[in-house]
């Protein structure tokens, strides 16, 4: 085959636009493709380049086509390219206008408008796809080099580089690459670590994740002292990141929110109601140059923007595609694409390096059990912590395991729970005045 | 004009029963790529996927799809052992050849970076077999317009289910797919197999002024049958009307106090117990960090119980998780994992089994062409040797009324707490400590005769210590409970379920529910 998937999807659905298929003429089309490539390799128990783990490369050219038909019925479909089937593509189309459905909210295609300016591309990274991968098995091997020599260490490091492209019958023609690198270590399935974004992490920034994992480890093997009724818990980033994960993404989701299954009503938003602390605010930003939650587009070729989902405590709007947008009859937002696309600010933070010093008795939550389980709408859990980090008089000391109970929304409402960042993760940690209980 | 329109219709999808690339092209091509490799050793992986999805939400389509995808994943080794993996969506015998090539690279550099090398699958049995759908309806049967008639009828009657406060509302989905896979080894090993799966899914949300809880019914099978017996017989829909019931209730009832209680647990959360708790556990591959291991090896003979406990893993034509070969093109066995309460094997593949201690049992699987298999359970049940008959009820309320009569009648009742916990919700392990958690959708306090329920409480503990508490069975054996297993991001279809509900005793070491102190 000659032409490329975008070429001959292209000339499928003009023609389509033309001649009736199955009684009906195509009105309006979007094609979503992505080119990608991708090595994996990682470390299992100990070993690098396992059976399990082995140096993987990956090529997948596919994605997504939308159709609007002549009687405002809607097609969706994902697509892949397909060699030696000439009748391949006119069965397809025949079996798109057969799956279509009246859509109630009138689905739309965007119109082109301006492409911001957002790094997501990084060479380096490209390059590891021409030839030179040095840089990702030199991950691999610090790893092993490095590991605590007691500790089982399992790895995963993944880099793609992938050209989008985003073609609608409006005119948008949008055709960009993105990069994108991820490396996470575990030590005995207790202590992880690891670093996404759009670029290889630098020195310092692997130096600080590594060390801090280590330490962790090692602090893990002190028993601490038990417990008090003074004790407060702090979830760690990452656990905050699981948070946000379970419970802010569902309950802001403009759908959820439309279909009554939120913690949240459409009034809520029009009233601008006041539900978190009023120093607290909810942003998505995926303008920051090389976040892997970062991009151009949306899928559906929304250009990016910044929201605000909550300002000053007030809940502004949740975050909406095009549909959704339609419905809400607003211009759709920007989109988390995942729990690190929500930014958390706060008004009275402190830099965690200075906050720990201040906290007499408290423990570090590092890893929960079981919070996918949680009723999302309600934001309560309760939930097994069993490798924590005992803090006593602003000192890690060593672990305890413990069980965690508390809402969400609570928390985030109120005043006396504080935000503490590191320069190095993506959320705050947050210190709660919920108390544990002994596992 | 209606039935030629109709006819002519069917003819199309008729043809695309075969969109993909010929199953026979497939063996054809994944055959010789294995054999005529000449440098290492190969195992090519195909497979090809169709698949529709109809979304309902509120009594309106949100979404209908359709997908018909492929793709082939090579994982080579190297004489000494040292393996590489390259995958691509694309079926031609020339891609092939460079992803061999690509995967053998990437071998090579694995052996110098000094990697763990295994031979294990040069010394694999051959195996030749070709096993077809077990669906009685091909993928195409019904006209995608009919499917989501049938659909829009089933879901709309949801929507007549009333609570007396409060509202509910309503998601539906359906799902059809039908994966091909074919797997063949420079050995001459060639087999291939069909798994079709469907499932209706109901998703309710119900919603007072200070309360909001999910939950979700299902009903799964192999193809479109499914669909139209729901529409016949409405045995879901029964379902989800006692479901909703149950929930509403849920939502004004008090929280269980957090404490060490006897409690019995339903088919559903007994499948998460015994798929997380102890099928991740006998893993081979994960045996190194196991509770249930010692010295990297599977502590066979370990007393779990007293009682006689069997837990079993198989695959099941027609079942959820039906997987006949393993992705390594070995034949999967069923796993006695324990038995009269003795741990006594593991889910073993080809490359870790025998370091694991385990028998190996063709535990190989993979979410997709594009992923390396891993040891993996199918079908995981927790049977015990002595059942109580429960009477056959018509709905869930009956149900917790029987189940109270019967423990009462038998003296095995508590006197003040004695809890059934309903709905699994998910729950998690931590395999090295042995922590676990799961989650329900509510609970009932049996011992008191007003059957008063409660909302869902973390039900966790220790699993070495659950199983010495598991005493019997009561009602029918069920093992339809599906789900998704996410082990390593790879996620495949996992089912399983118990005797019964399990009636497990009160133990120092397994709590239920937690503080709300936030």
Request: proline share 4%; glycine share 8%; net charge negative.
């Amino acid at each position: 085959m000659d032409k490329s998937l975008l070429e001959t999807l292209l000339d499928v659905l003009n023609q389509a636009q033309i001649k009736p298929v199955e009684g009906f003429k195509l009105k309006q089309w979007r094609i979503t493709l992505a080119q990608s490539q991708r090595i994996n390799i990682g470390v299992k128990n100990n070993n690098p380049g396992s059976v399990y783990t082995p140096p993987s490369y990956s090529n997948r050219e596919g994605g997504e086509v939308f159709l609007i038909w002549e009687d405002d019925k809607c097609s969706k479909a994902r697509v892949q390219n397909v060699f030696e089937r000439e009748d391949y593509w006119l069965k397809q189309l025949s079996l798109w206008r057969l799956t279509a459905y009246n859509d109630h909210h009138e689905m739309l295609i965007p119109v082109p408008e301006k492409l911001p300016q957002v790094q997501i591309a990084n060479k380096d990274i490209s390059n590891l796809f021409t030839g030179d991968n040095r840089q990702i098995f030199e991950h691999q091997q610090k790893i092993i080099f490095d590991r605590p020599e007691i500790a089982l260490t399992n790895a995963s490091l993944l880099a793609s580089w992938t050209r989008n492209l985003i073609y609608t019958s409006t005119g948008i023609a949008a055709d960009f690459p993105e990069s994108r690198y991820a490396v996470s270590w575990s030590f005995d399935s207790q202590i992880s670590q690891g670093f996404a974004e759009r670029r290889f992490p630098t020195l310092d920034e692997w130096k600080h994740l590594w060390e801090e994992s280590v330490s962790r480890y090692s602090l893990l093997q002190n028993k601490s002292q038990p417990i008090t009724k003074d004790t407060v818990v702090i979830l760690a980033p990452q656990v905050v990141d699981q948070m946000i994960e379970q419970f802010i993404i569902p309950n802001f989701k403009g759908e959820n929110v439309l279909e009554n299954q939120s913690r949240f009503e459409t009034q809520d938003f029009h009233k601008e109601q006041l539900f978190f602390d009023e120093k607290l605010s909810l942003e998505i930003d995926p303008l920051r140059p090389e976040k892997w939650t970062s991009y151009i587009l949306t899928s559906e070729g929304i250009p990016a923007t910044t929201t605000l989902l909550v300002d000053k405590g007030r809940l502004l709007t949740p975050y909406l595609n095009t549909k959704d947008g339609k419905r809400w009859r607003a211009h759709p937002t920007a989109l988390p694409l995942g729990s690190g696309g929500i930014i958390i600010n706060h008004k009275s933070s402190t830099n965690w390096s200075q906050k720990i010093n201040e906290i007499q008795d408290g423990v570090l939550v590092l890893s929960v059990l079981g919070l996918h389980t949680q009723n999302h709408v309600a934001g309560s859990y309760s939930l097994a912590a069993p490798s924590c980090l005992r803090i006593e008089k602003g000192i890690l000391t060593g672990r305890t395991d413990v069980r965690i109970s508390g809402n969400m929304w609570r928390i985030m409402k109120s005043k006396d729970t504080t935000y503490a960042f590191s320069e190095h993760d993506n959320h705050p940690y947050i210190i709660t005045t919920t108390r544990p209980e002994n596992l | 004009m209606e039935n030629n329109e109709i006819s002519l219709r069917l003819n199309i999808l008729d043809s695309l029963g075969s969109e993909h690339m010929n199953f026979q092209e497939i063996r054809k091509i994944a055959e010789g790529t294995a054999i005529n490799f000449q440098l290492g050793y190969l195992i090519v992986r195909i497979q090809t996927r169709s698949e529709l999805s109809i979304s309902l939400n509120s009594g309106r389509i949100e979404n209908v799809s359709t997908s018909n995808e492929s793709g082939m994943g090579i994982q080579a080794f190297t004489r000494k052992g040292a393996s590489g993996f390259a995958s691509a969506n694309i079926l031609t015998q020339n891609i092939a050849n460079q992803l061999s090539r690509k995967a053998y690279e990437l071998a090579l550099e694995n052996e110098k970076s000094g990697c763990e090398l295994n031979t294990n699958i040069f010394l694999a049995s051959k195996a030749r077999e070709d096993i077809p759908s077990s669906g009685k309806y091909s993928f195409h049967e019904i006209s995608p317009t009919k499917l989501q008639e049938i659909t829009m009828e089933i879901h709309q009657r949801l929507l007549e289910i009333k609570i007396d406060q409060g509202n509910v509302v309503w998601q539906t989905n359906y799902r059809q797919i039908e994966d091909f896979w074919c797997i063949a080894r420079q050995d001459g090993t060639l087999v291939s197999f069909v798994i079709p799966r469907s499932v209706i899914l109901h998703q309710g949300t119900v919603k007072e002024e200070k309360f909001s809880q999910s939950f979700s019914v299902n009903r799964s099978g192999v193809d479109v049958e499914i669909l139209l017996n729901e529409q016949q017989d409405q045995n879901l829909h029964y379902k989800a009307q006692a479901k909703t019931e149950f929930i509403q209730k849920v939502s004004s009832a008090p929280q269980i106090i957090s404490g060490n209680y006897p409690v019995l647990i339903d088919y559903g959360l007994a499948k998460g117990l015994a798929h997380e708790a102890f099928g991740h556990a006998v893993e081979s591959d994960l045996i190194e960090e196991s509770i249930l291991s010692e010295n990297g090896k599977l502590r066979k003979g370990l007393i779990i119980s007293e009682s006689e406990i069997d837990i079993i893993d198989e695959s099941i034509r027609g079942d959820w998780a039906y997987q006949p070969y393993s992705a390594n093109g070995i034949i999967r066995k069923p796993v006695e994992i324990v038995k009269k309460g003795v741990l006594q094997n593991g889910l073993g593949d080809i490359f870790s089994s025998n370091k694991a201690g385990i028998e190996m049992t063709g535990a190989g699987r993979a979410e997709y062409y594009g992923s390396v298999p891993l040891p993996r359970m199918t079908n995981i049940r927790l049977e015990t040797a002595e059942t109580i008959h429960l009477p056959a009820t018509l709905n869930l309320h009956d149900e917790i009324l029987k189940l109270r009569e019967v423990l009462k009648a038998k003296n095995l009742l508590e006197e003040e707490f004695h809890y059934v916990l309903i709905g699994y919700r998910g729950g998690q392990v931590n395999p090295k400590t042995g922590d676990f958690v799961f989650q329900c959708d509510g609970a009932v306090n049996l011992a008191d005769p007003n059957l008063p329920i409660f909302q869902p409480g973390i039900f966790s503990g220790k699993i070495l210590s659950v199983l010495q508490s598991v005493k019997m069975s009561l009602g029918e054996k069920k093992i339809d409970a599906i789900g998704t297993c996410g082990k390593a991001g790879q996620h495949v279809p996992s089912c399983g379920g118990a005797s019964g509900y399990i009636f497990i005793t009160k133990n120092e070491n397994i709590r239920l529910g937690g503080n709300n102190n936030g």
